[in-house]
């Protein structure tokens, strides 16, 4: 018996920003010298990332997108947002990602959200009580009775370990179904100022949301006959 991958699915948001573009709207957060306005592009560049997702943009407003979230720096000191304006945002952004990702994942593996018995959430850039996990359950329609265990406060690797609980759950229970979900906002956390290795972040990192549903190659004859029944109800015409 070994875990396997029922369904993969991601979200991303609706609105992205090309690097580019990306870069000049960095120069306006930080009291940059010239020489730092002419280094900034070429860091952006060297990511060799392309375009990036972010939920704070908005439509353009004719010389590119648009964003109200973060105000130019007026001095040295600025740091941006504060910490609880960064987590009220993340608390309304983060859930419609996760939702999708779930959703879609759940519909590739053929698990109804009714049989999924244990539900693992990862994210580093954002908490609240209650958190994601509880949106997901009441509005993908989980049982009330679904585990829950929240992996946080772990950065890249993150979803790693919770890839980790999630197996641990199939391998302790040969008929579980997990339901892993993995959502960041890195957007909400841009660092204002000249820190070359913040600078990086900013460069890199996006925002979206990956799910995956976990079960066993070697399910119980109640989850095969389960598999069955799906698989006939699609075949359906």
Sequence with gaps: MSTVILGLATASPRRSIA????AELAKAYGRLTGEQERLLPALYRRTRVARRGSVLLGGSNGS?????????????????????????????????????????????SG??????????????????APGVDITLIGRLGLPATVGRTNVGFMGCHGALNGLRAAAAHTRADPSARVLLVAVELCSLHYFYGW??????????????????????????????S????????????
């Design 19 to 22: 690097q580019a573009e990306a």
């Design 64 to 108: 590119g997108p648009r964003q109200d979230f973060y105000p130019p720096a007026l001095a040295e000191i600025d740091r941006g947002p504060t910490t609880r304006a960064r987590m009220e945002r993340y608390v309304q952004e983060a859930a419609p990602l996760a939702l999708a990702a779930a959703g879609a994942a759940l519909g590739e």
């Design 111 to 128: 698990v109804a959200p009714g049989g999924v018995t244990q539900l693992v959430t990862v994210s580093c850039t954002g908490f609240a």
């Design 195 to 224: 820190d070359p290795e913040k600078i990086v972040a900013n460069a890199l990192f996006a925002d979206g949301a990956a799910a995956v549903v976990l079960g066993n190659d070697d399910p119980t004859p109640q989850a095969k």
């Design 226 to 237: 389960e598999k069955r029944k799906a698989k006939s109800e699609n075949e359906d015409p």
